[in-house]
């Protein structure tokens, strides 16, 4: 059953530096979601984070150096923290103001705080920002699935090759395609809290026994870099895509119980989260460099010895952790794209299941074909984000600020400092680590 659910904004926003009445959005939820609890909202966020991207943190710290590495993670969890605050602040502000019924999402906060303006000239570009925001997400999104695809595939190869079963990487995307595509036909939330509990069981399992190997016969430290400057620019991909769960801040939040729990400081869902992913991601990045140098690959379990046992048990757990991590990350931008076409289709929304299902299905195939044209997982974590994670975990959040502190007439001297500083650093991480590696995919891959 479709649902509509209409923004409701209050005549108190029609005034006179407003002359023109604002014209309220329409937004859907193809299906109601139910409830989730402080500890399924915890499990979600921390397994929205740490997925193929916690492995890959060793790579990303080869590329900017032993030192700078760890010291780089931390700046960069700080200011992802306090764009989902920012975030969170805004939606708060647009809901309170406008007397909302229904509580925006990620892309109507963006669009609500142009349209609330007190100049037309930024009113008018609310629906632009809201779908420009949309098409970051969904390829955000869509993009960590690509990864979590080859990520599984490449982990289910090692082992099929270690025990004589050699098959090209292509066949073994097509046996990960049953079980990924199984649990992306999953649609309620609530029951996507199962495979995150199930998910961070494996991950962490994974996680502490790969730092059983890390901290086995380390080689000197003063072997490696202490600071990289020439594949810097990777880095900031890299540990971007890993620290991108801004995505799912907004629709946990407003599926919470409780939702004023989930930014409380310094026990709230979003404090607690993020600050056990920043000591996973530091801890595994600086280690991981430490124990395997110049070789590590872009998952540090494609390093691990596959003629141990241990090893083996450590592939496989991590693989099934981001195998029931794929819904999750699909789930958002399915319930983007979805309610465009139940509003455009009368045959769609004759058939919601069907239609979402088949979808769906339609959507990982996709995300199949793109893991097997570019089969490099280093190189594609950091594309992703470089280029879509960055647009969303920095340029958004810093303009939704500025917009809404401008319209409550508090935006001074700091907020401005603060959100040059968090633009320009997405500006350089866009153009040159973007850049970078789509140089290096063009010339692996294409040359």
Not at 333 to 359: C, D, M, V, W
Request: with cysteine.
């Amino acid at each position: 059953m479709v649902e509509n659910h209409e923004i409701e904004l209050s005549s108190a926003n029609k005034n006179k530096e407003n002359n023109n009445s604002v014209k309220q959005p329409h937004y859907e939820s193809h299906k109601k979601q139910l409830p989730i609890s402080y500890l399924e909202t915890l499990a979600n966020l921390f397994k929205a984070n740490v997925g193929t991207g916690c492995f890959g943190m060793a790579d990303a710290i080869k590329n900017a150096g032993i030192i700078l590495g760890p010291i780089a993670t931390i700046f960069i969890a700080i200011i992802c923290v306090e764009c989902m605050r920012m975030l969170l602040n805004a939606a708060d502000y647009i809901t309170e103001k406008n007397q909302l019924i229904t509580r925006p999402d990620y892309s109507h906060v963006v669009e609500l705080s142009f349209l609330i303006s007190k100049h037309e000239r930024w009113r008018k570009y609310s629906k632009f920002m809201r779908m420009l925001c949309n098409v970051s997400l969904c390829l955000t999104q869509f993009g960590f699935c690509c990864v979590y695809f080859l990520f599984v595939s490449k982990s289910t190869k090692t082992i099929l090759d270690y025990y004589g079963f050699i098959f090209e990487l292509e066949i073994v995307m097509l046996f990960v395609f049953i079980p990924i595509l199984l649990s992306a036909l999953v649609r309620q939330l609530k029951y996507l809290a199962i495979f995150s509990a199930v998910a961070n069981v494996c991950m962490i399992t994974g996680v502490s026994m790969t730092l059983y190997y890390c901290f086995i016969d380390l080689p000197p430290i003063t072997e490696h870099n202490f600071v990289r400057f020439d594949t810097l620019p990777l880095y900031f991909g890299t540990a971007l895509f890993a620290f991108e769960g801004i995505t799912l801040v907004l629709p946990l939040h407003n599926v919470m119980k409780k939702p004023e729990n989930f930014s409380k400081f310094p026990f709230g869902v979003l404090h607690v989260g993020m600050s056990l992913v920043s000591f996973i991601y530091v801890l595994l990045g600086f280690m991981g460099y430490w124990k395997f140098g110049e070789q590590t690959e872009g998952s540090i379990t494609l390093n691990l010895p596959t003629n141990e046992i241990l090893a083996q048990v450590i592939i496989v757990m991590a693989s099934f952790g981001v195998l029931f991590s794929y819904a999750l990350q699909f789930f958002v931008g399915i319930h983007i794209i979805l309610p465009p076409i139940f509003r455009n289709s009368k045959t769609a929304a004759k058939f919601p299941i069907y239609t979402e299902q088949i979808f769906r299905t339609l959507m990982v195939f996709v995300t199949f074909i793109i893991a097997m044209l570019v089969p490099d997982l280093s190189l594609l974590l950091s594309l992703i984000g470089s280029v879509c994670c960055v647009i969303l975990a920095f340029v958004f959040p810093s303009i939704v600020e500025l917009m809404t502190r401008y319209d409550e007439g508090k935006i001074g001297t700091f907020y401005w400092i603060k959100n040059i500083i968090i633009l320009t650093i997405a500006l350089c991480g866009f153009i040159l680590g973007g850049g970078l590696a789509l140089i290096n995919i063009y010339e692996e891959f294409i040359a």
